[in-house]
């Protein structure tokens, strides 16, 4: 069982908005999140395919810990470049408005081979998350306008939100951002030196598998959670 870092911040965002991550720090209390490699399934990825590390994060659009943690990821690319394949998990928070429908934009943008593009303007702009705003970002990166239109109000995002949301539920993940690297829980918006220390560690025995790095991760999808 993989402990978490921050668990009453994570509480937070998965209950109440209007609790301050101040006050929930005033009140730790440490969880277990069991180890989990959530299978990778159609999700958006990013990284090459054969890193040794695979880190799935669930994420929420609208979360502004997510928000904060996505300056933190690329530290974490410029430090280990080429080291990790990223997946992300749409798990968007009731008590936020904008959350599903930045949810299914990303979709949108996705079926059109941008989801990374949108993912970066709609962190880049948590403050400016309207239809017209998203709508403005799509036209920005280059999607064709019609097409996205229509995807918004289609059955397939919303799939695959459900998807991951299925996913979420079997890996207990409590709120937004959750990150597993490898398998190994790591909750909220962690520091740069617990995502490095992380990745170094599951590097380490994935090389000693015995396995290549294209197999490793595949190898171990379908297990469950321990």
């Given at each position: 069982m ?38 990778v ?13 695979t880190?799935?994060?669930f ?20 430090a ?23 949810a299914i ?27 017209s ?30 998807t991951?949301?299925n ?50 991760y ?9």
């Amino acid at each position: 069982m993989a402990v978490a870092w921050w668990s009453r911040v994570v509480e937070c965002l998965g209950i109440a908005v209007a609790v301050s991550a101040a006050a929930c720090a005033q009140q730790e209390e440490r969880i277990e999140l069991p180890s989990c490699y959530v299978p990778v399934r159609e999700s958006p990825t990013r990284g090459p395919s054969s890193a040794w590390v695979t880190i799935v994060e669930f994420g929420d659009f609208e979360c502004p810990y997510c928000g904060q943690v996505e300056a933190t990821i690329q530290s974490v690319d410029a430090a280990r470049p080429s080291k990790v394949r990223w997946v992300w998990k749409q798990f968007p928070l009731s008590f936020h408005p904008r959350a599903v429908p930045d949810a299914i934009a990303a979709e949108c943008a996705y079926a059109q081979g941008r989801f990374w593009e949108m993912h970066d303007l709609l962190f880049a702009h948590q403050d400016a998350q309207s239809d017209s705003d998203v709508a403005a970002y799509a036209q920005q990166i280059g999607l064709d306008a019609a097409t996205w239109q229509l995807c918004l109000n289609s059955a397939p995002p919303q799939q695959r939100i459900l998807t991951d949301e299925n996913d979420a539920t079997s890996a207990s993940v409590q709120g937004t951002p959750t990150f597993f690297i490898n398998g190994v829980a790591l909750v909220g918006a962690a520091p740069e030196s617990d995502f490095i220390s992380a990745i170094d560690s599951a590097e380490q025995t994935a090389m000693q598998s015995g396995l290549s790095a294209q197999d490793y991760y595949a190898s171990h999808e379908g297990q469950g959670c321990q």
